[in-house]
């Protein structure tokens, strides 16, 4: 039996992406499954096929769909504030974070159209960069996301992703305020913490997100809705060789 295309968005467009994809195949339900992330289909195979399949997947096409997968509204926005950050982490994808600009609010009124099917709640996360080091356009942003929830009877539920160095008195009273959930990022002690996130200067950040903490801590709910992050890099030989 040939492969049959359990999605009918093959045409969808091919990766652009240096990354080579590799054919997969897997089990599920007692089915054995085969999924080419090139041309994004994925297929119900018999058993016999699956090499085939992993060393031939592009001279397969499909026959009549199986079913259709339904489009899922979206329920959750990221929007990236700025690429500018206070820090220059070693490991930072985002390069030096020396980058200016600002995302304009034509761009996060556009962005929250992404949105307009959400029905249970709307979910906007803000990134950057360090979105903190743009406050103003975090509020407005926030504020027009909440005109939009209530217009449309959708409850908002904001998160932000910060490194923590910007966090004063003011913005924390805000974001505990405005339910918000937060991503800081501490890489463990201060000799490792200082060692991979410092300022542009150089200097350690360790007392500046401590700092940070501190203040999240004085507003309990807040402080319940806060996760730590840490990155490991593989640098510290006394974590390595556990």
Do not use: W
């Not at 399949?53 to 990236?80: C, I, K």
């Not at 942003?141 to 910060?162: E, H, I, M, N, W």
Request: charged share 25%.
């Amino acid at each position: 039996m040939p492969l049959r295309c359990l999605n009918d968005t093959a045409t969808a467009r091919r990766r652009t992406t240096a990354v080579p994809a590799f054919p997969v195949a897997f089990d599920f339900a007692g089915r054995p499954f085969a999924y080419d992330p090139d041309s994004m289909r994925l297929h119900v195979c018999e058993p016999d096929e699956r090499e085939e399949f992993l060393a031939h997947a592009e001279q397969f096409t499909s026959e009549r769909p199986v079913f259709p997968l339904r489009p899922n509204p979206a329920r959750m926005l990221v929007l990236t504030l700025t690429h500018a950050c206070s820090l220059r982490c070693r490991y930072c994808f985002h390069g030096t974070g020396a980058a200016d600009g600002i995302m304009p609010m034509d761009t996060v009124r556009k962005a929250l159209t992404l949105l307009d099917g959400a029905r249970e709640e709307m979910g906007i996360g803000f990134f950057g960069g360090e979105a903190l080091l743009v406050p103003g356009r975090l509020r407005e942003a926030a504020d027009y996301a909440k005109a939009c929830g209530a217009a449309r009877q959708v409850p908002v539920r904001f998160s932000l992703t910060t490194n923590g160095t910007c966090l004063d008195d003011t913005m924390a009273r805000y974001l505990d305020a405005e339910h918000f959930s937060l991503i800081i990022s501490l890489d463990g002690p201060r000799h490792l913490h200082d060692d991979a996130r410092p300022f542009a200067d150089g200097s350690g950040s360790f007392d500046a997100v401590t700092r940070a903490l501190e203040r999240i801590a004085a507003y309990p709910a807040l402080a319940r809705r806060t996760t730590l992050r840490a990155t490991y890099d593989g640098r510290e030989p006394a974590v390595a060789e556990r």
